[in-house]
């Protein structure tokens, strides 16, 4: 009996647990929904503000990162081997400032990335266009090159939506329910929620420890209790 009680609380801790993970999904989904329908300026407007920007520049990657505090665009634009990050206002469509970005490895992928946009006999706002439509009523939030697809995510009523485009003919490969919960709008408070809950683990670990070692010296007494007779 003892045994089938374990086990049941076991399947029910179990299904406690996907019952979480499945509101934490759908809160984030809610969120970025929230976000992004709340956007004066959309993606295409965004990459039309960086383009106007950086007009021999060709468009990388565009996201709205709703994960910051304060919602942005940010369009990576390359040009002449020169990477370029725009940020751009969600609410005014004006650029708020432009970095190059030189880190090896990124200019490396935008490189390569170019040369897939090479071979695509559509724009980013073509490309958009079309994966909105595979998803009638959703916003697009994020456009980028991945695995020699174009990739653009949207999000609608039902969730978070990864449609991939094939380059060459426009063509839609794959959609598919994005695993990306883009931080669940929390990124910031997640450094102090971090370092709260560190100091939490941390005093709970030391509590634990100081609650084990007298359980565990007390333990070590047992045997000095054995040699005081107790097992015979």
Do not use: W
């Amino acid at each position: 009996m003892f045994v089938t009680i374990k086990k049941s609380l076991f399947v029910l801790s179990t299904l406690l647990l996907a019952v979480g993970c499945d509101t934490a999904d759908d809160d984030s989904a809610t969120r970025v929904r929230e976000v992004v329908t709340g956007a004066e300026v959309s993606l295409v407007q965004a990459i039309d503000a960086a383009v106007a920007a950086v007009p021999a520049g060709v468009v990388i990657e565009a996201e709205l990162e709703v994960e910051a505090a304060t919602p942005i665009y940010e369009v990576r634009m390359l040009a002449d081997d020169t990477l370029t990050k725009i940020h751009v206002d969600p609410a005014t469509g004006e650029v708020l400032r432009s970095e190059v970005d030189d880190d090896a490895d990124d200019v490396a992928e935008a490189v390569a990335a170019a040369g897939v946009l090479q071979t695509a006999t559509l724009d980013a706002a073509a490309v958009i266009a079309i994966a909105q439509d595979q998803r009638p009523g959703s916003v697009a939030f994020e456009f980028e090159v991945k695995d020699g697809q174009l990739e653009v995510e949207v999000v609608d009523d039902e969730g978070l939506f990864e449609i991939r485009i094939n380059p060459a003919d426009g063509s839609v490969s794959e959609v598919d329910a994005s695993d990306d919960d883009h931080g669940g709008g929390d990124d910031d408070g997640d450094d102090e929620g971090d370092d709260d809950g560190g100091g939490d683990d941390n005093d709970g670990a030391a509590d634990d420890g100081g609650a084990d070692s007298p359980d565990d010296n007390g333990g070590a007494d047992e045997p000095g209790d054995d040699n005081g007779g107790d097992t015979a």
